[in-house]
């Protein structure tokens, strides 16, 4: 399976999604994984490459864009726990993880070595996608 690229259009929060902000610091699109970068307090697009990036192996440092944002503007996420029509077609109950691809998320088995194994949620149906962070701080042998 693929980096999955979620459509931004598609972002449809439920009324299970907790919705926070924070201040983007870049340009951020709805349906990106983000991370907060602890220098500046903003949040920029995760992916698995450091361990930074990947949320320094703490779900508190991980967000779900709901909407689009420029650099130094109000982004507003979802928080760990919330559910998120994606429109995507994903796999009931597969758990996915945070891609090598700045904020995406992948299948497992398409992380290599030295990359961060960060599982990001799973799908409750082929459209629905809990999203339930959990860096483990490991990477890929």
Do not use: C
């Not at 320094?56 to 982004?75: E, H, K, V």
């Amino acid at each position: 399976m693929a980096t999955i690229t979620i459509t931004k259009a598609d972002v449809i929060p439920t009324s299970n999604t907790v919705r926070n902000t924070g201040i983007a610091g870049e340009a951020l699109e709805a349906g990106q994984f983000l991370y907060l970068k602890t220098s500046d307090s903003k949040w920029y697009k995760a992916d698995a490459t450091t361990l930074e990036k990947s949320g320094s192996g703490n779900p508190q440092n991980l967000r779900m864009a709901l909407a689009d944002a420029a650099t130094n503007q109000p982004i507003v996420f979802a928080e760990p726990g919330s559910l998120i029509a994606i429109g995507t077609v994903v796999t009931r109950a597969l758990w996915y993880v945070l891609s090598a691809t700045a904020g995406k998320m992948a299948d497992h088995g398409d992380l290599t070595a030295g990359q961060y194994s960060v599982l990001m949620g799973y799908a409750v149906s082929t459209s629905q996608f809990l999203f339930s962070p959990y860096p483990t701080g490991l990477t890929i042998a």
